[in-house]
T-cell receptor
Framework: LAKTTQPISMDSYEGQEVNITCSHN???????ITWYQQFPSQGPRFIIQ?????VTNEVASLFIPADRKSSTLSLPRVSLSDTAVYYC??????????WGAGTKLIIKP | NAGVTQTPKFRVLKTGQSMTLLCAQD?????MYWYRQDPGMGLRLIHY???????AKGEVPDGYNVSRLKKQNFLLGLESAAPSQTSVYFC????????????FGPGTRLTVT
């Protein structure tokens, strides 16, 4: 099973760009990389998903190098409302996603 | 669309009692999941279903049972609750399995004393 490693916590300031990196050394050829955001007392919410190179949507970008052993979630110009826990997931060939402990991101004014 | 809803939102049980958590989705998703989340940890998959009438075990299935009699509903049962089952339970659904985008409910906070 692929395992992911993320920093336990990060701090940043409003208006800054935040990059959260996830390591997944044993990723399989067909696996996608997915990021979720979770606020206190809520279920996780899908942010972005990618397979290789770069993916961008209205809220984030995902950078995946050629070897796919890591990925970086980039949040442009964060605000206080981006304070949350962010999870990096690597899709398995079965239906069982393995969730890590996530990265607690704190945005300061 | 309500998305994914969970009933109840909170519950306190005594050891040995039983209960059923209800999850409902109105997105016509085939796949449904039950997770538990303990403080400071990620989610752990309890059971999942790939379609009406089918269920399968996840990472931590012991002490739980599930049923998917209707496509839109996924029930999680605790036959004899234990303090170790104190947790927040999340239901999710998706169009397909694996890494496909999952939609989560608001969670049920269960305390077993």
């Amino acid at each position: 099973l692929a395992k992911t490693t993320q920093p336990i916590s990060m701090d940043s300031y409003e208006g800054q760009e935040v990059n959260i990196t996830c390591s997944h050394n044993n990723i399989a050829t067909n696996d996608y990389i997915t990021w979720y955001q979770q606020f206190p007392s809520q279920g996780p919410r899908f942010i972005i998903q990618g397979y290789k190179t770069k993916v961008t949507n209205e809220v984030a970008s995902l950078f995946i190098p050629a070897d796919r052993k890591s990925s970086t979630l980039s949040l442009p110009r964060v605000s206080l409302s981006d304070t949350a826990v962010y999870y990096c997931l690597v899709g398995e060939s079965n239906y069982q996603l393995i969730w890590g402990a996530g990265t607690k991101l704190i945005i300061k004014p | 669309n309500a998305g994914v809803t969970q009933t109840p939102k909170f519950r306190v049980l005594k050891t040995g009692q039983s209960m059923t958590l209800l999850c409902a989705q109105d997105m016509n998703h085939e796949y449904m999941y039950w997770y538990r989340q303990d403080p400071g940890m990620g989610l752990r998959l309890i059971h999942y279903s790939v379609g009406e009438g089918t269920t399968a075990k996840g990472e931590v299935p012991d002490g739980y049972n599930v049923s998917r009699l209707k496509k839109q509903n996924f029930l999680l049962g605790l036959e004899s609750a234990a303090p170790s089952q104190t947790s927040v339970y999340f239901c999710a659904s998706s169009w397909t399995g694996g890494s496909y985008e999952q939609y989560f409910g608001p969670g049920t906070r269960l305390t077993v004393t």
